[in-house]
Structures are given as C-alpha cells and as structure tokens.
C-alpha cells in the first residue's frame, strides 16, 4: 500500500515562518512535521511514498532525500503551482498505482496509527465506497465542523442523519476511481468529496486521539509548548 503526503501548500497564514521554509518542515519537538508522518507510515508498513511540492519544494528534497534514512522509498511530483489537494493527487496518479492509497496533510500534528487503515484497506476493496475519511472532534478554530457521520457513511447535509458535524483529519484512504478521468490541473478536493458524499460514496470515521491543524504560528507556538518537552507527536 501506498501513500502520499501533501506538501505543496504556501502556507499562507504561517507567515513570516513559511517566507523560507516550507510548511511541511516546520517543527514540533526539533522534528519537522513530515518527518513524523514518514515514520509513523513506515511503522505501520507503509514504506513507499510520495510527497508532492511547489513552494521551497527544493528544501523538502533536500532535507528528506530518497527516504532511505526512514526505511522508505520516496518519490517526489513537482508541481510548478500548487494544484490544490485534488489536483496534486490527480497528477501523481501514475505513481500511486491501481491499489487503493492512503493521502495525508503534510501539516497536521498527530499521533494517529496508520495501522488503522492499512486493516481497514481489505474490507474497502470490497466495498462500493471510494472514499474513506479520518474525522476528528471539533477543534475551537472550526466548531461547527465539516460533515456528518452515521453507520461510517458521511453526509455534508444532516438529512435523517442523527448526531453532530466532524472535522476532516487531512488523513484519508482512497480508490483510484475517485479520480477517475478528472482533467489534470489546479482542483480542489471539496467539491469532488460532496459529490461522492451525495450518491454515499464516502465512508468514515471518528478518531479522537492527539490531532492538531498547524494553521497558525500561534498554534505551533501553543503545540511545542504542550506537546514539545514530552516528544508528544506520532510514537
């Protein structure tokens, strides 16, 4: 199986952090951010990856090499601009092959198990969803959340459906079909995911361990001064 980090995003709100820094290689516990995804894909046998970039895409290559000194095989999809989520995807396609992948936020803090999806991966072969989301509680920056979730089937809209919105991880599995004959180029995932969510296409569920959006420098700043003394992130 496997997998893709995203790590293309300017990383806009981050500034002045991310003026000569990618996102992705900001630092939790003197770790860049990637660099606990990498390790925490390869503990659950994911070894073979591919991380995407546009802006300081250079420094990402640079720091992270061909993967082979976390036990993995990286390949990396350049992208001149940053496509958006759907649009990076789409375009490392070739790549990540015919088998259902896993997709991850270069920028998330997390201690969340691949483990978990790699299991999950035989039942979603079998399974009409192409799509299957990680969702967290509701974090105080985004309370009203992103989707509903009943018997693991995601909904934008409530509909009959019983409970509250969760917020979308960044962390998720997907079918190649998902993207099936979707025009390369900038794109963004939204759409595509409400689609889908619309004709039940999306499955899902609940992770309520250690999640943290990197959206801010103050929110970095309040993660390292939780989490940074005790090594926290992905064990």
Same mark, same amino acid.
């Given at each position: 199986?496997?997998?893709?980090?995203?790590?293309? *995003? =300017?990383?806009?709100?981050? =500034?002045?952090?991310?003026?000569?820094?990618?996102?992705?290689?900001?630092?939790?516990?003197?770790? !860049?951010?990637? +660099?606990?995804?990498?390790?925490?894909?390869?503990?659950? *046998?994911?070894?073979?990856? $591919?991380?995407?970039?546009?802006?300081?895409? +250079?420094?990402?290559?640079?720091?992270?090499?061909?993967?082979?000194?976390?036990?993995?095989?990286?390949?990396? #999809?350049?992208?001149?601009?940053?496509?958006?989520?759907?649009?990076? &995807?789409?375009?490392?396609?070739?790549? @990540?092959?015919?088998?259902?992948?896993? $997709?991850?936020?270069?920028?998330?803090?997390?201690?969340? #198990?691949?483990?978990?999806?790699?299991?999950?991966?035989? !039942?979603?072969?079998?399974?009409?969803? /192409?799509?299957?989301?990680?969702?967290?509680? %509701?974090?105080?920056?985004? &309370?009203?959340?992103?989707?509903?979730?009943?018997?693991?089937?995601?909904?934008?809209?409530? %509909?009959?459906?019983?409970?509250? =919105?969760? /917020?979308?991880?960044?962390?998720?599995?997907?079918?190649?079909?998902?993207?099936? %004959? @979707?025009?390369?180029?900038?794109?963004?995932?939204?759409?595509?995911?409400?689609?889908?969510? #619309?004709?039940?296409?999306? #499955?899902?569920?609940?992770?309520?361990?250690?999640?943290?959006?990197?959206?801010?420098?103050? =929110?970095?700043?309040?993660?390292?001064?939780?989490?940074?003394?005790?090594?926290?992130?992905?064990?």
């Amino acid at each position: 199986m496997k997998a893709m980090i995203l790590a293309a *995003g =300017r990383g806009e709100r981050m =500034r002045p952090l991310t003026d000569n820094l990618p996102k992705p290689l900001l630092q939790v516990a003197g770790k !860049s951010l990637i +660099e606990y995804h990498i390790e925490a894909l390869v503990k659950a *046998g994911t070894t073979q990856l $591919v991380v995407n970039h546009a802006w300081l895409g +250079e420094k990402i290559e640079a720091h992270l090499g061909d993967g082979s000194q976390y036990g993995a095989a990286i390949i990396y #999809s350049r992208e001149d601009q940053a496509l958006e989520t759907a649009g990076g &995807i789409i375009k490392a396609l070739d790549i @990540l092959g015919d088998e259902p992948f896993i $997709v991850v936020n270069g920028d998330i803090y997390t201690d969340y #198990s691949f483990d978990s999806l790699k299991y999950f991966v035989t !039942s979603f072969k079998n399974n009409q969803q /192409t799509a299957h989301l990680i969702l967290v509680p %509701n974090p105080p920056h985004h &309370i009203k959340g992103d989707f509903y979730c009943q018997d693991n089937i995601l909904s934008e809209q409530k %509909n009959n459906l019983k409970g509250q =919105r969760f /917020t979308f991880s960044g962390i998720a599995c997907y079918k190649p079909e998902f993207f099936k %004959n @979707l025009p390369a180029g900038k794109q963004a995932l939204g759409p595509l995911l409400r689609s889908a969510m #619309s004709i039940q296409m999306v #499955s899902g569920e609940i992770y309520e361990g250690l999640w943290c959006d990197i959206g801010t420098p103050q =929110r970095l700043e309040e993660i390292n001064d939780r989490y940074g003394k005790k090594g926290g992130g992905v064990k």
